[in-house]
């Protein structure tokens, strides 16, 4: 197990633990704290050393308390990225408070997330 841990203002930072999974080829990146402008580029750095063609990166969001537009942009590339180079990304969705970011960007839909953990979206107003 490998951990990188980035601090950014006020005490806030993100971990990302790196673990191995039973699946030959894949990876698995944990990520814990705050996704956002100042923790991206470690996020990012540590996820260029992990992708390769053919390799398989499981990334775990359960860990994040909170998301930004960076942190969104950086996992929207992250799939964009496994797409162009031949490598394949899968999501684990996080708490109601970074899945409710995918939801009202409306990317949720466009991103690779594991089973049916998803929350339910909730009924439109009025019905």
Do not use: Y
């Not at 944990?30 to 990334?59: C, F, Q, W, Y």
């Amino acid at each position: 197990m490998v951990a990188d841990e980035a601090h950014g203002g006020r005490g806030r930072g993100v971990d990302i633990t790196v673990v191995a999974t039973s699946r030959p080829g894949e990876v698995c990146a944990r990520l814990k704290g705050e996704l956002e402008i100042s923790t991206v580029p470690i996020a990012r750095n540590r996820m260029a050393d992990l992708t390769h063609e053919g390799s398989d990166l499981v990334l775990d969001l359960r860990g994040l308390s909170f998301i930004d537009s960076t942190g969104l942009q950086f996992v929207l590339r992250l799939a964009a990225d496994s797409t162009r180079d031949g490598w394949n990304l899968s999501l684990i969705p996080g708490a109601s408070v970074v899945q409710r970011v995918f939801q009202m960007t409306g990317t949720e839909e466009r991103l690779p997330f594991k089973g049916d953990a998803r929350e339910p979206k909730p009924p439109p107003r009025g019905e």
